[in-house]
């Protein structure tokens, strides 16, 4: 069913008006080509969500004045011709308001001028009928307004600030992969090697007390890596799903004796064994989490934690394989060699003695979770999934770690995930679920799964590779990559397929995380690892100039531009465990800090950064343009990645900006300055001139 609206064609009059009253004109001797003008995205200015009803929506599509004689949209394979809504400078605008079904629409436009077919798909321009690259909306599928660009910060725990030394791991606490785990004093040292089983101290008290520096810095959510029960530093290896560890948390009830040397039986380790399963510590951890998340709100600073699922840790209460919850005497019998156990089921042993089982990887400290034989864990992970996004806890969302890993089919891991989105957006609509995933996640962002992901295709890969030449590893350099213009945006048009406009919108947008090399270190372009050239070689010939580049483009490509803890005080670090070196409080970059905190205020102060269109404007070796746009307000993005002073011609007139408009600069920096004043740039034959030294990125606005 389709019907026809006139907003928009009275939104164009009136700009069309206010534009002759200001003697706002384009050359018209300039030979701008209808496929240059062409477009059409997801965002709310070109796919309407029409107040008729709750799945109606207007498709817009701009073309160039009066060289369109007929528009089609194909929806579903049935073809719908578009009416004109009205002409704003060179733009024509056709429009169409169809009320959807519940079904996935797929779409693309169908031009027809001068005797030629066009057609346009998400890929842009083509020729031929759109098969694989059609636009996709989901009706009625939305993700929460506040993720939406949001400036989001990832936190390491164990690395970030130490609120609290009475809850410090000790020396000799337990034993961890053959290994006493170690209470590691010098808070500046850098890892070793060998890490997970080493401790610094960061706990959340030491989060709440760094909550105005948060809020300084412009941050509007805390991405926590794992902070349930777990041995590691990591957390990737769940204890207890229910507590937090009571080693970030709280202890109250402390005690017993720490390993002995030599002795790695942590059935031993009575100080453990009372820290992690004392019910006295576990509640008073989680009430402090509780008051952590009220500080953060208070701040309108939003909290999301990260949901390990696919795999727990040895350790893990349901398994026991250490023995030691049964000397608590208050928990039901571990599943390890006790086949009797109310968990057996929730684990894939291969023995009679249930004493092998099956380990995500083949790693027997991460037992793989055993979610098709037992309805009864799955159920266990629905609650888990509510619980800590209610009430008293409230968090505002779930990071999921290796999500498509979990079950042990496809079939049955978007059966979980389906019911995992009902179950936690009930307790909490406003809830965020974005996923780790590498590779495409289109088949989980249908509207019935996950929201979002870690956005690695259409953001870290390329922005990374075209400013550095290496990975997100330092593995791997390629010189064929570094400043491959043409490779950068082609990568960016591709892996955005993968998203729906909404699930790009809040993509989680990192230079750096716990995973991968710290981007600061990328920038020297060298391939290492902390074993084998050693962490020092992570801060040689590092450039500071390309790391403020890349923050640029973090805060003005579509997603939620998120920092990786230290990397705005100059952090840097081969891949992990290197990249957990703990926050150099004291040591900061303050040049690199101040800048971060420059770019983060523009990104907020231009809802154009959270919610505009996004359409690549130039490139060239070493040289990259695009612009963000909507109706309010049009923004023009200019990045040198070269080591000369550059002139370039950007076309902005693609943004709708017209000839005598005078666009602001609101940020220029490069080798030779650093200037966030605002300098008038007037727009001439659609194009402004603009001039950045080496490796420099500018910042273009017209409002």
């Given at each position: ?14 700009k ?74 060179i ?12 079904e ?38 939305d993700?929460?307004e506040?993720?939406?660009?949001a ?96 080693h ?49 709100h ?53 023995d009679?003695?249930?004493?092998v ?10 037992p ?33 770690d ?10 049955f891991?978007h ?10 957006k ?74 729906q ?46 790391m ?42 303050l ?46 993005i ?66």
């Open positions: 069913m389709r019907v026809f609206s006139r907003q928009l064609g009275e939104k164009l009059q009136k069309i008006k206010r534009n002759e009253k200001m003697d706002i004109h384009y050359n018209s001797n300039i030979n701008w080509t209808l496929e240059e003008s062409l477009f059409h995205d997801g965002t709310s200015d070109f796919c309407i969500v029409s107040p008729e009803g709750e799945n109606t929506y207007t498709f817009v599509l701009r073309t160039m004045s009066g060289k369109v004689d007929r528009a089609v949209i194909s929806i579903n394979d049935e073809e719908f011709d578009m009416d004109s809504a009205g002409v704003d400078g733009f024509e605008y056709f429009e169409l308001t169809f009320e959807a079904e519940d996935l629409l797929r779409y693309y436009f169908k031009i027809e001028s001068e005797g030629r077919t066009l057609y346009y798909d998400k890929l842009g321009v083509n020729y031929n009928v759109p098969d694989g690259s059609r636009f996709e909306l989901t009706p009625g599928f993700v929460p506040w993720a939406k660009g400036v989001m910060y990832q936190v390491y725990v164990d690395r970030f600030y130490s609120g609290d030394r009475l809850n410090d791991v000790q020396d000799n606490e337990y034993a961890y992969i053959g290994e006493h785990v170690k209470k590691i004093n010098d808070w500046y040292k850098l890892p070793d090697a060998r890490d997970v089983f080493n401790f610094y101290g960061g706990d959340l008290q030491g989060v709440i007390d760094k909550m105005d520096y948060f809020q300084k810095l412009g941050i509007e959510v805390i991405y926590f890596n794992p902070i349930f029960v777990s041995p590691s530093n990591h957390k990737y290896d769940t204890q207890d799903y229910d507590h937090v560890d009571p970030i948390g709280k202890i109250l009830k402390d005690g017993g004796m720490n390993l002995a040397d030599g002795d790695l039986n942590n059935r031993n380790a009575g100080r453990y064994i009372m820290r992690t399963t004392h019910r006295e510590n576990l509640t008073a951890s989680n009430r402090l989490f509780a008051k952590l998340v009220r500080e953060a208070k701040r309108n600073i939003k909290v999301i934690i990260d949901g390990v699922f696919n795999h727990c840790g040895s350790f893990n209460k349901w398994l026991d394989k250490e023995g030691f919850y049964h000397l608590n005497g208050s928990y039901k019998p571990g599943a390890y060699g006790n086949k009797d156990s109310s968990y057996d089921s929730f684990f894939k042993f291969f009679d003695n249930n004493t089982y099956e380990g995500w990887w083949g790693f027997d400290t991460l793989k979770l055993n979610y098709e034989e037992s309805q009864k864990l799955c159920d266990y992970i629905m609650k888990i999934g509510a619980k800590w996004v209610s009430e008293p806890y409230n968090v505002d969302g779930w990071r999921l290796v999500a498509a890993d979990l079950g042990h089919s496809e079939e891991n059966k979980f995930w389906k019911r995992f989105r009902r179950v936690v009930k307790a909490n609509p406003n809830a965020i679920i974005l996923a780790e995933h590498y590779g495409s996640p289109k088949p989980w962002l249908m509207g019935d799964q996950w929201d979002t992901v870690m956005n690695y295709d259409a953001f870290m890969e390329p922005v990374t590779w075209f400013l550095t030449g290496v990975d997100k590893h330092s593995d791997n350099y390629n010189p064929d990559l570094k400043g491959n213009a043409r490779v950068f945006f082609d990568s960016m048009r591709y892996n955005m397929l993968n998203f406009t909404n699930s790009m919108l809040c993509a989680m947008n990192q230079l750096s995380n716990h995973d991968h090399s710290r981007f600061l270190t990328r920038t020297n372009s060298m391939v290492g690892r902390t074993a084998t050239v050693g962490p020092e070689a992570a801060s040689l010939g590092i450039n500071k100039h390309i403020k580049e890349a923050v640029v483009m973090q805060m003005t490509l579509p997603g939620a531009p998120t920092l990786y803890y230290g990397d705005e005080a100059g952090l840097c670090g081969w891949t992990d465990p290197d990249n957990r070196r703990t926050y150099p409080w004291g040591r900061e970059d040049d690199l800090l101040e800048f971060h905190r420059d770019v983060i205020a523009i990104h907020k102060q231009n809802k154009v950064f959270r919610t505009g269109a996004y359409i690549p404007l130039y490139e060239n070796k070493d040289v990259i343009s695009y612009g963000r746009f909507s109706r309010d307000s049009k923004a023009a200019i990045i040198n990645n070269s080591g000369d002073r550059i002139e370039v011609k950007i076309p902005v007139w693609r943004l709708g900006v017209e000839d005598g408009i005078n666009m602001k600069r609101i940020l220029l920096c490069d080798k030779e300055q650093y200037n966030i004043g605002a300098v008038d740039k007037s727009v001439t034959g659609g194009e402004i001139s603009v001039t950045i030294g080496p490796f420099g990125a500018a910042i273009y606005i017209s409002k």
